[in-house]
């Protein structure tokens, strides 16, 4: 339990750093920052949560890191390949 106090922070900033910079650089496509952030924190924690399941050596806060931030990227890569926002098509119609 001292090891996700310790550990689990490293991972959410990782995953939320990903979202902010998906939102800052990647905007076609996105749900915005609130969703980009959940996306990318969703993607985050599933990923350490994958690794703690898998691995039996802990670790360390800099793998934290990347992992947070590679699982981020991945769930928000795939959100918006996969998960297309409404266009904008219809944005100047009088419906």
Request: net charge positive; glycine share 18%; proline share 5%.
């Amino acid at each position: 339990m001292e090891y996700a106090f310790q550990m689990g922070p490293m991972l959410l900033v990782g995953a939320l750093t990903v979202g902010l910079l998906a939102e800052a650089t990647w905007r076609p496509g996105g749900y915005g920052l609130i969703g980009d952030l959940m996306t990318g924190l969703a993607g985050g924690v599933a990923a350490g949560a994958l690794a703690w399941l898998v691995t039996s050596i802990p670790p360390g806060m800099l793998m934290m890191l990347v992992l947070g931030g590679a699982g981020g990227a991945l769930s928000i890569t795939g959100q918006r390949t996969l998960w297309r926002t409404p266009t904008s098509a219809h944005a100047g119609s009088t419906r």
